[in-house]
Structures are given as structure tokens and as C-alpha cells.
């Protein structure tokens, strides 16, 4: 990986990008979509030598299906790139002002990061996503996705530069890093004076080793030990739904549950009535004494690790609990920050939750599912930060963005 030649190309990217107009970056973006659609057979051949080769490599179905790539699917990419070009340019908006005694009139406006580092794993649709959002807020990005997509997001990476060139654009506003060994990471973390900003999307692993070895500012994204506490008041019939979807709609993603807490005065009606639904996707328990109590042997004993785990798969923790006080403390341990929810018909007890519970997203009686840029009307998202400084929750064109003053006088001087 060469790179002072891909940052100092990005640098200078970034600098046509920063000031295109809003036109420009729609045209762009719109070859972008129609690019994707009519390339789709070639992206989903590469991504096929992508399938065979994790196949091979014994990787898990629920991971098979995070790296799969249909026609579908890729209709869907375009449509995202559409949603960022329909969304309001963020940059130059005046986000406030004020004129001061002596005459200075101040306004603070938004302006792009400048460069974005993204380091992700085995999601080929990241690829377009972080390059389409990257665009409309103005910066240039360098991608480096996992060597389990390697093929598909080369593909996509190509038909994206080549769309942005024909629109008036450099090309070298998205590139994509084609060493995927873990020297190419290191070096992205080392990239000073060249990234802005290192965003990591994939697996706690991989997070973990971004923010603690990189010198570029990082911000910290995607790792989801999600909870539902089901409380004593829950409506039984509701908390089993919820828990169904936001465990087993697509378990692979960082909005899924992993661990249910359930009010001991409500779990010998409410656990059976869950374990029913959970058994239609054969979801195995791991759970405490109390859970083994109720459900039987199916139930395997849980461990602290258990708890603390994203299991990504087709596996619930579960723990009954003697409060809700229990359950925050709970999650409070467990907890990375990401989702959790309450069923609850009481309001007292769904206002202590939402304002003790210390995650981006806090949810009263609906599936943390919902956690997602395009969910919350935001359009499509770089990555759910889980970090506290500069974005929290999902990251829209917005939080990509940072902001300067611009000061105008007429002679005043101090």
C-alpha cells in the first residue's frame, strides 16, 4: 500500500470536492446508482469468487449472508445512492450567528471532514454506501474492506470511480484499498496529515484495535451487545414479537439482539410464550438458573462471557431479574452502547429506562431494529457510533460534517 500516494491523491480530491456544488455532486451520485445497476452481472460475479472462497473457508451462514450479493441487493445499493442525492446538502448550511457589539457579524457553517478513512469487514455494500454519503457531504474517502470481500468491493470500487469521473469529478475521490493484509490497516491508522477521521465498521475485534492503535482521530462505531428488558407490566404477546424481530429478522447485524432480561414476576407467563416464537428459527438459550428453571434443559447455562457477547447467530442470553433497577445494572455492565429496549405498560417505569439507560439508541415497546439511518429518516448511514464526542447514533451526511466560523468586519480590529 503506497500510502503517501493514495493520501496525497485523496488531499487533492478532497479539495475539488470540498467546494463542488451540490448540481456536480448529484450528477456524480446519480452515475453512481446507474453504474451499480448496469454493472450488477460483473459485481456479482466477483462477489460469487467472494462466496466460494469464504465457503471454502468455513465462514458462518449468518456472515455468508452479510457478504452475499444479489440482484436485489444491488438494486438496493442504487436506491441508496439515490436517498443520499434526494437528501439537502449539508454543506455551507448556517447552523447559527450573531453580530456582535462592535459590528462582527459570526455565523458557524457546516463544512466537509476533508478525508474519511473507513476500515470494514465483510459487507460489500459498505463500499457504496460510505462512498455515496462521503461524496454529498464533501469528502473524499479511502475504503479498506476485509479480504472476505476483496473481489466484490474492487468491483464496486471500479464502476463507482469510473461513474464519478464521467460527472466531472476526480476519481480519486473514492479509493479503495487493495492490500488486505493487517499491515494495510496499520498504515491507514498511521495516516496523520493525510485522514481527517478513521471510521471502523465490522466486529468488536476490529474496533477494539483501531481505536486503541490509531494516531488519526477515530470514531467508534458498530459493536452491538443489544438488550430488551421485559418488565412486569410488559403486554407478553408484544415483548415475544419484539424479541422475535430484533433477534431473528437478521441476527448478523449490530441492531439485533443479544440478551433478554426478564421481570421475575412476569417470567414463568412471559418465557414460554418467547421460547415458542424464538423456536420457529430454532434460536438457541443460554440462560440463567431461573430461565433453566422455567423452560427445561433446553436452556444452556449462561456465563458472564455469554453476556457479554455479540453472537451474531441464531443465540440468545437470557437472565431473569428481581427489578428494573436489576436490569439497568445489567446493562449498564454489559452494555456496548448501541441499543436497548423496555416492553412496559407502565410510564414510570419506561421513564426511568430511557433516562438511566446510557446508549445511542433507548426504545419503549418497539424492536431495536429500528436503529438505522434510513429507519430514522436520516438516509443512509455511515455506521451507528457508540462513542460520545462529535456523533452519536446513526451517521448521516451530518455527522459527517464538521463546521468553521467565518467572520466579517468592516475594520474593527483588537
Known amino acids: ?38 454493472n450488477a452481472d460483473s459485481i456479482i460475479a466477483a462477489n460469487r469468487t467472494d462466496l466460494d472462497n469464504a465457503k471454502q473457508n468455513g465462514m458462518k451462514d449468518s456472515l455468508m449472508d452479510r457478504l452475499r450479493l444479489t440482484p436485489e441487493r444491488i438494486a438496493g445499493m442504487a436506491d441508496g445512492v439515490r436517498q443520499v442525492a434526494a437528501l439537502a446538502d449539508p454543506v455551507g448550511e448556517v447552523i447559527e450567528g450573531s453580530v456582535r457589539p462592535n459590528g462582527m457579524k459570526i455565523q458557524r457553517v457546516r463544512v466537509p471532514l476533508g478525508v474519511v478513512g473507513i476500515i470494514f469487514e465483510a459487507r460489500p455494500n459498505v ?65 496523520n496529515g493525510y485522514l481527517d477521521v478513521l471510521i471502523p465498521r465490522g466486529g468488536a475485534g476490529l474496533i477494539k484495535a483501531v481505536v486503541r492503535n490509531s494516531t488519526v482521530p477515530v470514531i467508534e462505531t458498530g459493536v452491538g451487545n443489544c ?36 421481570h421475575k414476576d412476569i417470567a414463568q407467563k412471559a418465557l414460554p410464550v418467547i421460547k415458542a416464537r424464538l423456536d420457529d428459527k430454532k434460536v438457541e438459550i443460554r440462560g440463567c438458573e431461573r430461565t433453566a428453571a422455567i423452560l427445561g434443559e433446553c436452556v444452556i447455562p449462561a456465563t458472564d462471557e455469554d453476556y457479554a457477547t455479540e453472537f451474531l447467530d441464531y443465540i440468545l442470553a437470557c437472565r431473569v431479574v428481581d427489578s428494573l433497577d436489576e436490569a439497568i445494572d445489567h446493562i449498564a455492565k454489559y452494555s456496548t452502547g448501541h441499543s436497548e429496549c423496555i416492553v412496559t405498560s407502565d410510564y414510570f417505569s419506561a421513564e426511568k429506562f430511557t433516562s438511566s439507560v446510557d446508549s445511542a439508541a433507548v426504545y419503549v415497546n418497539c ?41 466579517q468586519g468592516d475594520g474593527q480590529i483588537r
Open 127 to 191: 463500499t457504496s454506501d460510505a462512498a455515496a454519503l462521503c461524496l454529498k457531504s464533501g469528502n473524499a474517502c479511502i475504503l479498506r474492506g476485509g479480504k472476505e470481500a476483496i473481489h466484490s468491493n474492487m468491483a464496486i470500487a471500479d464502476v463507482l470511480r469510473q461513474a464519478v469521473a464521467s460527472a466531472g469529478l476526480p476519481a480519486d475521490c473514492i479509493q479503495l484499498v487493495s492490500d488486505t493484509s493487517r499491515e494495510s490497516a496499520n498504515q491507514m491508522m498511521r495516516m
Open 1 to 38: 500500500m503506497d500510502t503517501e500516494k493514495m493520501g496525497a491523491a485523496a488531499r487533492s480530491a478532497a479539495r475539488i470536492l470540498g467546494v463542488a456544488g451540490t448540481a456536480v455532486k448529484n450528477k456524480a451520485l446519480d452515475a453512481m446508482a446507474n453504474a451499480l445497476e448496469a
Open 227 to 262: 438488550h430488551v428488558y421485559v418488565d412486569s407490566t410488559a403486554d407478553t404477546d408484544m415483548a415475544a414479537n419484539i424479541i422475535y424481530n430484533a433477534k431473528t429478522s437478521r441476527p448478523s447485524v449490530c441492531n439485533a439482539i443479544e440478551t433478554i432480561l426478564v
Open 367 to 407: 424492536s431495536t431494529r429500528f436503529t438505522d439511518g434510513g429507519e430514522f429518516g436520516l438516509g443512509a448511514e455511515i455506521g451507528i457510533s457508540t462513542q460520545k464526542l462529535h456523533a452519536r447514533g446513526p451517521m448521516g451526511i451530518r455527522q459527517l460534517t464538521s463546521s468553521k466560523f467565518i467572520i
